[in-house]
């Protein structure tokens, strides 16, 4: 059973800087795509970041120039660097993967999630 699991999340103070990993167990492929989201208590589920096999990355525009996406060689870990955090950066971070086999079926997982509170 594939299971991902996030990393790395904290209490930070605006300005600092947090890095973010996730871990796929239980794979034995690598996803086509990887992603970052973010829920603060009583909003939506928005798309922070994502990592595609053969594409490159994507960030929100409104995150450009603090937060970078990455992965690990083997393609089953990604990373989120964040820098300059602010205090509406607070959120519980989740991580997708999303897997699509030659037939075109895609599949996705996702983690627990782990929390990013900034405040002084």
């Known amino acids: 059973q594939v299971q991902l699991a996030e990393s790395g999340g904290g209490l930070v103070q605006p300005g600092g800087s947090l890095g973010l990993s996730c871990t796929a167990s239980?794979?034995?492929?690598?996803?086509?795509?990887m992603s970052w989201y973010r829920q603060a208590p009583g909003k939506q589920l928005d798309l922070v970041a994502s990592i595609t096999t053969g594409t490159g990355a994507y960030i929100a525009n409104s995150l450009k120039g603090r937060f970078t996406i990455s992965r690990d060689g083997d393609e089953n870990t990604v990373y989120l660097r964040m820098t300059n955090l602010k205090p509406e950066d607070t959120a519980l971070y989740l991580c997708?993967?999303?897997?699509?086999?030659?037939?075109?079926?895609?599949?996705?997982?996702w983690g627990q999630g782990t929390q990013v509170t900034i405040a002084s």
């Open positions: 239980g794979s034995t492929g690598s996803f086509n795509i």
């Open positions: 997708k993967g999303i897997r699509i086999d030659r037939a075109g079926r895609s599949s996705e997982y």
